[in-house]
């Protein structure tokens, strides 16, 4: 199935709401147990690149407290509830957000010891600059954890997931579930950019009926 695309940017106060209503909870919880597993150190400092309602810097701040974590996305709407909910979790002096385009990041060469992005990618018609700025800021041996949707092989087989979500999300949810699937990429895209940009060390597969998995553990040899 060709990929179709998507808005790079959800940037409307109703779609922000409509995404941080549907419950990630599960998801989200998962993906940022295995960000803290993937780096053992004391300090860390994180970027977490498409981090749209802050759900998941949350979670991180709360497992490790000695941790530091800087969310960027580019949805201004997005970053006004991630606010909300770092203001709830009382870790404002953990967490910063900055509105920030993924693509060209304001940040040092090897900055950070771990970059963490969860269903990002599928919003980006060329994904390769965003491969290339991720690995311009991360540690040479430095972690990362890079999760997103699995485009189906076909329209029956998106279909059958898009049933999977159930009733309980409103069509508009549906449909941005069903635009998701449709602009997400294949395992073998993925392979080629991380080929492209001249990884090592990474791991990438299918992490789930759904997804796939791009990751690499803090401290790598090299």
């Known amino acids: 199935m060709e990929r179709v695309l998507e808005p790079e940017v959800m940037d409307t106060w109703e779609e922000a709401i409509d995404y941080d209503a549907m419950d990630f909870t599960e998801v989200n919880t998962a993906f940022a147990k295995e960000a803290v597993a993937l780096c ?3 300090q860390c400092l994180v970027l977490d690149a498409g981090t749209g309602t802050g ?4 979670l991180i701040g709360q497992m490790r407290p000695q941790w530091q974590l800087i969310a960027i996305d580019l949805a201004q709407n997005m970053l006004k509830i991630a606010a909300q909910h770092i203001q709830q979790a009382r870790l404002y002096e ?3 957000l900055a509105l920030v385009d993924a693509k060209q990041l304001p ?9 963490i992005s969860n269903s990002l990618i599928h919003h980006l018609p060329d994904p390769l600059p ?3 700025e991720i690995k311009r800021v991360t540690k040479p041996n430095g972690g990362l954890l890079i999760r997103d949707l699995l485009r189906p092989a076909d329209e029956m087989t998106m279909n059958a997931l ?10 508009r949810q549906q449909k941005l579930f069903r635009d998701s699937l449709h602009a997400a990429l ?5 392979n080629k950019l991380v080929t492209s940009v001249g990884w090592f060390g990474v791991r990438v597969y299918q992490s789930s009926d759904r997804h796939w998995t791009m990751e690499r553990s803090c401290n790598v040899s090299i």
Request: aromatic residues 16%; negative net charge; charged residues 20%.
């Open 40 to 42: 053992s150190q004391a």
């Open 55 to 58: 759900r998941i810097p949350v």
């Open 94 to 96: 953990q967490i910063s």
């Open 107 to 115: 940040y040092a060469d090897g900055m950070f010891d771990l970059v």
């Open 130 to 132: 965003f491969f290339q």
């Open 162 to 171: 898009v049933d999977t979500i159930g009733y309980e999300y409103a069509p």
């Open 186 to 190: 294949t395992l073998d895209e993925v």
